[in-house]
């Protein structure tokens, strides 16, 4: 498993396996509401190479990145402010992991009545959440320091900035990534729901519209490019925590 | 306090003239824990020389790195003073870390920063305090040099030894020129000569940067081969059982081990170790 062509072939059998078996089975198939996946091919070329991109992906895009980016922001810097406050942290604990457990689309038509249909309720409700993950990852992340380390710190005089930025924000960077990881797969949820309730563009709006005009190749069209960008995403992310966690991989390895 | 009186009856004549420099006062320090308390330290007096090398001994957990650690400002005593300068180094359980300008800390862990090269785990001090970058990788690398590493600089943590680990937070100790140097087991990891080599280098740095050191150690020969004075810790609670003065001049070589000076301190505090076992 270790040679890079073998690395970069294995993981890719299966998929290409599971294509051709779609490709060979819906050809000709009677089934209206599988279309044959040339057909569906075709169709997402016409559409999404790029004609609808700045209509429909765009908007979805710029939900999913200003959600995940708020989330980021107010979940690390709460995360630190808690996590360096034991007793805060254990009073505000409960209400966390309430509001963790509520479904934020089950905010949706809240959101709706106070924000209307904009993009900002699409991030708000995004944000809703997203949020958790991120936040209670860094909670724990920064309560897991190692005291060796704190020592270190404080025998240095490390304070406030450098304290914060040298030693608590990398010390729990692994567990914030894997907090972000999650909230992304969270993000794409919420963007489709608040786009199939609360929108006139967005590709949950596109694929919703196209199923009540039972244009079913339309339908799986965008489901497939939901998929893609849903996947996308975790690519771009896995690269960027790749490099900004390359000291915690060459520790595990 | 016993103080053996043939060896002390020996100071060495420069030492003498040196003003105190730390003064540790009534030192006690209860742990408090869910299972009871447990009394580290009890009744700790002790006078350090500017620029004196203390080599502290004792039974594990007798309450060596307890009392670097009140030292070093991370743990505050129960009772009594820490005063530096002549000024006290903790107020109601505080610390003012102003009374100690410049402070090296080698922890029984190496305890690096793991996302830091060791380039700037060494050069970490020089950066808190706003030396040029140029200027703290010359330094890293200086550093480096003395304690063998010259080769990771720019490796991570984790892909080292332990012993090369602890050799980069000696040098991180030392990056800064610090006035007082706390060293709680530092060589515990190394092999047997490299462990030499860091005996003289640290005597060497020591002479050099007239630092004040306190270095706590296992091993009675290094204790004496490096102290001006070694101070015998006893468990439970912990006291001081005796100081022994070591007559020996500067800078030592590694032969004076051989001689009839230096192994009279060692059998001293050997007995004195030896002792508490009959108690
Ligand atoms: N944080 C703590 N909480 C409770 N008890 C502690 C704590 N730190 C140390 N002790 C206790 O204080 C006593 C002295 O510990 P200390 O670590 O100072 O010993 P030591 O001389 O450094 O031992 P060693 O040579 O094994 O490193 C021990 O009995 C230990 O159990
Ligand atoms: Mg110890």
């Known amino acids: 498993m270790s040679s890079p062509f073998a690395r970069l072939i294995v993981p890719a059998l299966l998929p290409i396996v599971l294509i051709l078996a779609w490709w060979y089975t819906s050809e000709g198939g009677s089934s209206i509401f599988f279309p044959p996946l040339s057909q569906i091919q075709e169709r997402f070329q016409e559409l999404w190479l790029f004609a609808l991109v700045p209509e429909h992906v765009v908007p979805s895009l710029q939900s999913i990145l200003w959600g995940l980016w708020i989330s980021i922001v107010l979940g690390v810097g709460l995360g630190v402010l808690l996590g360096l406050n034991g007793y805060v942290a254990t009073a505000v604990n409960p209400v966390l992991q309430f509001l963790r457990y509520l479904p934020a689309v089950a905010l949706l038509p809240l959101a709706i009545q106070l924000i209307g249909i904009g993009q900002e309720m699409r991030v708000t409700i995004i944000v809703l959440g997203a949020l958790w993950p991120i936040l209670l990852n860094t909670i724990d992340g920064v309560r897991g320091i190692s005291p060796g380390l704190i020592d270190v710190a404080r025998s240095n005089r490390l304070r406030n900035f450098d304290w914060i930025f040298r030693v608590v924000i990398p010390s729990a960077s692994p567990q914030i990534f894997a907090g972000i990881r999650a909230s992304l797969a969270v993000s794409v949820i919420l963007m489709f729901a608040s786009e199939l309730l609360g929108a006139s563009r967005g590709i949950g709006y596109f694929i919703l519209e196209a199923q009540r005009q039972f244009s079913l190749p339309e339908m799986w069209s965008g489901m497939i490019l939901l998929g893609i960008i849903g996947y996308a995403l975790n690519v771009v992310l896995m690269a960027i925590e790749y490099f900004a966690l390359a000291w915690h991989r060459k520790a595990r390895i | ?279």
């Not at chain 2, 030392?174 to 092999?191: I, K, V, Y």
Request: net charge negative; charged share 30%; aromatic share 4%.
């Open chain 2, 1 to 279: 306090m016993h103080v053996d009186s043939t060896l002390s009856s020996l100071p060495i004549a420069e030492d003498a003239d040196r003003p105190v420099e730390i003064r540790i006062d009534g030192l006690q320090k209860t742990y408090k824990t869910e299972r009871g308390s447990v009394e580290a330290l009890s009744d700790i007096n002790l006078e350090i020389r500017r620029r004196e090398f203390v080599s502290l001994i004792g039974r594990s957990g007798c309450g060596k790195t307890t009392l670097l650690r009140i030292m070093a400002g991370l743990v505050a005593p129960t009772a009594g003073q820490v005063e530096v300068g002549g000024k006290s180094l903790w107020h109601n359980g505080t610390v003012d870390s102003s009374v100690i300008k410049r402070l090296g800390v080698v922890f029984q862990d190496a305890n690096l920063f793991p996302w830091y090269s060791i380039e700037e785990n060494i050069a970490l001090p020089l950066k808190l305090r706003g030396v040029k970058k140029r200027e703290r990788l010359e330094r890293a690398r200086e550093l480096a040099g003395l304690v063998g590493l010259e080769k990771f600089l720019r490796s991570y943590p984790r892909e080292l030894s332990g012993g090369m680990r602890q050799r980069a937070a000696i040098a991180r100790a030392l990056s800064d020129n610090p006035e007082l140097l706390l060293m709680d087991e530092p060589f515990g990891a190394l092999d047997a000569l490299t462990r030499e080599k860091m005996n003289l280098e640290i005597q060497r740095i020591a002479l050099a940067t007239e630092a004040t050191v306190v270095f706590v150690t296992h091993d009675i020969e290094e204790a004496v081969f490096l102290g001006d004075r070694v101070v015998h810790l006893t468990p439970r609670p912990g006291r001081i059982k005796d100081i022994a003065d070591v007559p020996l001049s500067r800078p030592r070589a590694m032969e004076v081990q051989t001689g009839q000076e230096f192994n009279t301190v060692v059998a001293e505090l050997r007995a004195s170790l030896n002792q508490e076992d009959d108690q």
